[in-house]
């Protein structure tokens, strides 16, 4: 990754579902570490699945908290990865709604708390702030899943805990 490089697919999708369940299991309450400190981000409107070696949306959930649905927890069961999650994340007084969107986590439908400047170049730079710091914020996330993921406690302790959050176990 330090020559440009996408990350593989397979870890978008991972992340995607461990966002989600570790939001599930710390009521949206994330700590991730200096500078960042702790946000709440949850997941939102909107989440895709697609087939593990397709690229197209085979099921798209929306509407309020489609995460808690039986369907979407029936795609992941079944197999399916996570295409598209949209996700609230609030920082300090500051509310963001974003989604992350394919294998490479691009960012979509980004929605940026009320710019409170008035006129020209200050509403530029205070919604170039605040992409920056969402930017920041889903970066902290990653590399908070990225230690996890690359832990040796992964294949005995968190991902037990994902499939059986997957399975409804808790």
């Known amino acids: 990754m330090s020559q440009g490089l996408p990350a593989p697919g397979h870890l ?21 570490g200096d500078p960042v400190g702790v946000v709440d981000i949850w997941v939102d409107e909107r989440l895709a699945f697609r087939h593990r070696d397709e690229t197209r949306v085979a099921a798209l959930m929306t509407g309020d908290s489609p995460s808690a649905t ?8 079944g197999g399916k990865w996570v295409a598209e999650l ?17 294998p490479e986590l691009h960012f979509a439908a980004v929605k940026l708390p009320v710019v409170v400047a008035d006129g020209g170049a200050e509403v530029l730079w205070d919604r ?5 710091e969402i930017s920041w914020i889903v970066g902290a996330a990653y590399r908070q899943f990225a230690a996890r993921r690359t832990a040796s406690t992964w294949a005995s302790e968190d991902l037990p805990a994902v499939r059986r959050w997957m399975a409804g176990e808790g």
């Open 12 to 32: 978008a999708h991972e992340f995607a579902t461990w966002l989600w369940w570790k939001s599930e299991m710390n009521a949206a309450r994330f700590d991730l």
């Open 70 to 77: 039986l369907e979407a927890r029936a795609a992941l069961a």
């Open 86 to 102: 949209r996700v609230g994340v609030r920082r300090d007084d500051r509310e963001f709604m974003i989604t992350l969107k394919g």
């Open 128 to 132: 170039m702030h605040l992409l920056t």
